[in-house]
Nanobody
Framework: QVQLVESGGESVQAGGSLRLSCTAS????????GGWFRQAPGKEREFVAG????????DYVNSVKGRFSISRDNAKNTLYLQMNSLKPEDTGVYYC???????????????????WGRGTQVTVSV
């Protein structure tokens, strides 16, 4: 069983930046596809960004393209989400997700992920 723990969520003003981290308890994070999802109040959880096991392929929801960047450090068993130019609509609980799969694919659907963190709150104020 792999445990994922997110950190880095805070309250910031619009235009600010945050970097979220997700640390995996697995002996090695190498080989795991990683993703970030978020859930805004009153809305369903949505895909934000994903990265394949090697880090060479990434994908983003359109609303964050050019502002967010997903990356990973397999040596540290950690997934990151750099968020710049934050907007109030980016407010929500951000969840880290993972699945052990050695492919070039990036997973964008909740159902494709096996492991989930408990989330970290990001609040962006005007």
């Amino acid at each position: 069983q792999v445990q994922l723990v997110e950190s880095g969520g805070e309250s910031v003003q619009a235009g600010g930046s945050l970097r979220l981290s997700c640390t995996a308890s697995a002996r090695t994070f190498n080989g795991y596809i990683g993703g970030w999802f978020r859930q805004a109040p009153g809305k369903e959880r949505e895909f934000v960004a994903g990265i394949n096991w090697s880090g060479e392929n990434t994908d983003y929801v359109n609303s964050v393209k050019g502002r967010f960047s997903i990356s990973r450090d397999n040596a540290k068993n950690t997934l990151y989400l750099q968020m710049n130019s934050l907007k109030p609509e980016d407010t929500g609980v951000y969840y880290c997700a993972g699945r052990n799969r050695y492919t070039a694919a990036v997973l964008t659907e909740e159902i494709d992920y096996v492991y989930w963190g408990r989330g970290t709150q990001v609040t962006v104020s005007v």
